[in-house]
């Protein structure tokens, strides 16, 4: 039992520090769940497509990214999905802010052929009624044996906004 008290209690801890080991303030439950996102056309340029994102908050302070960019291709490198933990930044204008840190890392390709440790930094803001979301991600490069979440300055790094809704089961079948 101690054991798995103990896992558990690792598990929860999280790149940006501790996840939230209390229940969230209730008005900030809109934030937890399953966001699909379209990026910024500019964060589209190379490739044409549209840039497609899920990102996922939990209630226990966990964040997930995962991105239609994953496999790589052309110019960039594949990546793993990225995990970290955010926190209810509170009510800005009536609509719900938060701020996710994620870590993920990328894949040796042809063109770039060293792996990297990815800082994924993201601010946004859901609206409570329409569960509608918005905001924008910094995506930083760091040698593997970098130090993502300290001083250490990243190689390159990227920005983009974002726009998209929350994932509810039935509200597709409400809009038909």
């Known amino acids: 039992m101690r054991l798995a008290l103990a896992a558990a209690a690792m598990a929860l801890t999280t790149v940006s520090g501790q996840a939230q080991l209390e229940p969230i303030d209730p008005s900030c439950a809109p934030l937890v769940g399953t966001f699909l996102t379209t990026k910024s056309e500019d964060a589209n340029a190379e490739n044409g497509q549209p ?22 291709g052309g110019p960039f490198q594949g990546f793993t999905t990225a995990r970290g933990a955010w926190i209810c930044s509170g009510d800005e204008d009536g609509q719900l802010a938060f701020r996710a840190v994620m870590v993920d890392f990328t894949f040796p ?10 800082r994924v930094e993201t601010v946004g803001t859901v609206d409570p009624e329409t569960l509608l979301i918005e905001g924008g991600t910094t995506v ?14 990243p190689e390159s790094s990227l920005k983009y906004t974002f726009s998209g809704q929350k994932v509810v089961v039935g509200k597709a079948l409400q809009q038909n």
């Open 109 to 118: 390709a042809e063109k770039l052929p060293v792996a990297m440790v990815v």
């Open 51 to 72: 840039g497609r994102s899920l990102i996922a908050l939990t209630i226990g302070g966990q964040a997930f990214m995962s991105d239609s960019a994953q496999g790589g």
């Open 140 to 153: 930083s490069f760091f040698p593997l044996a970098g130090n993502p979440l300290g001083d250490d300055e």
